[in-house]
């Protein structure tokens, strides 16, 4: 029998009644590939805010700090892997702040998935007090997974050009000592597709800056030279086709304009076959972390009803990011 | 592609953020059967209150009612079937059940698992006024999964032997018209075990009360003379073994006292095999419902991670009695 902490997930994050986003979206991908996932819901809402209407309840700062205090009293912070999201308001993200950094003092070997949800497209959505917490917090990450305009707020940079993107991945790495910084989606501009190797760019035969998505991995991490070299990490990129789709349970009110539905379902799409890509892990020549209860599937392995419900399920970033986190790790 | 309505299913139940209980226990597996699960959190609580200490929030009345307002405004209220179990106090349970009535006024066709969580070995633990809110309930559910404590209330019944086990069956068809009812464990106790055809009793070599659970099923569905005779429902029995075993999630202080582990392990666990027997559907000589999204599984065609995900995860009542249910529907 694995032991009760084995590959054992916290998920702190958003929940909806209805539709697939925050804990909704994570959660049931995770348990598929065999995690245990504790899960904190940070609010309680009918459905994403990309619907005209939508309510519910917010957990307050001292109602997360007393559920984290209850739960390493009863022994069940068993978890090796955190992974944070959407929290309502500074002191909230503050009492998961701290948490994170409880966890990670008494177990340094803790694995922190933390997305710092700000905003997007140029616009915060939460309070700018929870800028500097976040900032706080980089530094107890294993990985991180904002936007472009995320790493924008946190970085203090414009990312406008090769340059300025290479400097905003240096200050993550850095300045806030990240070692993995994946940007999930940023528009691919003429400046970001010439700066791409001819094998990652898209075909040229689309011109606009909306055709394309670019997902880029930067990791210090087994890097030679990574102190202060000239070369600080290792960065993948990966470009996304925009195809128009409909994004079930984010809305198509004001969200559809916001968070355009047909980006963010091709990228599903993308990082859903990325991640059950078997070649993933056998060019590594490596065990994926985890073999007895998080094998990498061929989606022909799952029950059909399954595989319909998980391409449904958006898996936004995290089940990927993680995973790539996983294999990274495997390969120290 | 599916109908968005087809088969899906709104969940309104309790959260821990750690362990296998209410929702926790419910959602995963009906997700793997290819269901959408809309959730709805009654309470949001660190664990089980069978450990020692345990916190967090439950949702007031207003927020309940508030919440499914703005689903249905949004027009999210898209399921076909219904599944609620605990929620914490009168006024919150009021509003529940409003949903429910106004669910089953809108669709007479929609399936209602009202799960009537009072208590349990001879305890309420809700506050006496839920009793009369959940008997107004039960003549909109389609089935009701209470334990023989719970029988006990919603009657007014002691049951002692085979007349009052009779009798609390009758009531809850002809006076609270429920068309089927689960009652998902009595103990085995001799005047019960006489009462039981020889096919379904268990071997004659054990002789104690604790060593065994009953999970007795009543359907007043397809009976000939159901209305008023002297056969009023078809009664199915199963025994289910105790043996020494823990139960996952629901600590291991008091509550081991007053809800013993051995027994609800082997519960689950029987349930759950009798949920995957196949041959539960082959003999009926019909397709079992929604054969497009929720196939009946062999086990073996589950990855191994997701079966032993199931296996840790308690299913309690929930998806076994829906699986009954929905073959019951079918045959039609």
Not at 34 to 46: K, L, M
Not at 60 to 66: F, G, N
Request: include cysteine; glycine fraction near 8%; charge should be positive.
């Amino acid at each position: 029998m694995p032991s009760p902490t084995a590959g054992r997930i916290l998920s702190i994050q958003s929940h909806v009644a209805f539709g697939y986003v925050g804990g909704k979206a994570a959660v049931f991908p995770l348990q598929c590939l065999g995690y245990d996932v504790d899960v904190v819901n940070t609010v309680n809402f009918s459905n994403h805010s990309g619907y005209g209407r939508f309510g519910g309840s917010r957990a307050t700062a001292a109602e997360l700090a007393k559920m984290f205090e209850l739960m390493e009293l009863n022994g069940l912070l068993l978890c090796e892997r955190l992974l944070t999201g959407y929290v309502p308001g500074a002191e909230a993200l503050a009492a998961v702040k701290d948490l994170a950094i409880r966890m990670k003092q008494k177990n340094p070997e803790l694995i922190y998935l933390l997305d710092p949800v700000l905003g997007d497209s140029g616009k915060l959505y939460v309070s700018p007090e929870c800028i500097p917490i976040y900032r706080e917090a980089l530094q107890y990450s294993t990985v991180i997974t904002p936007n472009w305009f995320e790493v924008e707020v946190l970085t203090d940079t414009k990312i406008t050009d090769p340059a300025s993107l290479r400097k905003a991945l240096r200050v993550l790495h850095e300045t806030y000592h990240v070692p993995n910084v994946v940007i999930s989606s940023i528009p691919l501009k003429v400046w970001l597709r010439a700066a791409l190797p001819s094998s990652a760019q898209p075909p040229h035969t689309t011109n606009t800056d909306a055709d394309f998505l670019a997902c880029i991995a930067s990791s210090t991490e087994g890097t030679p030279g990574s102190e202060g070299g000239t070369a600080p990490s290792a960065v993948h990129a990966r470009c996304i086709p925009c195809l128009p789709g409909y994004f079930s349970g984010v809305g198509r009110g004001r969200c559809s304009r916001r968070r355009p539905g047909r980006h963010q379902t091709v990228t599903t799409t993308a990082r859903l076959s990325a991640h059950f890509q078997h070649s993933n892990y056998q060019h590594l020549k490596a065990s994926p972390p985890l073999t007895s209860t998080a094998k990498p599937l061929g989606t022909s392995s799952l029950p059909r009803s399954a595989q319909s419900h998980l391409v449904r399920v958006s898996l936004r970033t995290n089940p990927f990011v993680w995973r790539w986190i996983s294999v990274r790790s495997s390969l120290k």
